[in-house]
Nanobody, 122 residues
Framework: QVQLVESGGGLVQPGGSLRLSCAAS????????MGWYRQAPGKQRELVAL???????NYADSVTGRFTISRDATKNTVYLQMNSLKPEDTAVYYC????????????????WGQGTQVTVSS
């Protein structure tokens, strides 16, 4: 089985910074892509940032220039550095990954983490 475990959420004042981490564990052959989504109360879950093999990245317009996604392939871990946080960034942040498991190298499966709360408030 594969698990994604997030950490790093919390309460921060507007203008502050947080760094989220998400570690994938289990029987993993490779991870073609990892990303972060968020869901605010009463809103749909939305893509925040995505990083693919070769370090290709995509960002939501609302976070471009403030958030940076990166990964450590040796640790199967993805990070989200969030700077200049705004109250509208308040949401539950979810890690997501496309993973090929050992013994299933031609099949890509999608996994979600349990989510971590980020609250931006004074």
């Amino acid at each position: 089985q594969v698990q994604l475990v997030e950490s790093g959420g919390g309460l921060v004042q507007p203008g502050g910074s947080l760094r989220l981490s998400c570690a994938a564990s289990g029987s993993i052959f490779s991870i073609p892509a990892m990303g972060w989504y968020r869901q605010a109360p009463g809103k749909q879950r939305e893509l925040v940032a995505l990083i693919r093999s070769g370090s290709r990245t995509n960002y939501a317009d609302s976070v471009t220039g403030r958030f940076t996604i990166s990964r450590d392939a040796t640790k199967n871990t993805v990070y989200l550095q969030m700077n200049s946080l705004k109250p509208e960034d308040t949401a539950v942040y979810y890690c997501n990954a496309d993973i090929k498991r050992n013994g299933e190298s031609f099949a890509v499966r999608n996994f979600w983490g349990q989510g971590t709360q980020v609250t931006v408030s004074s």
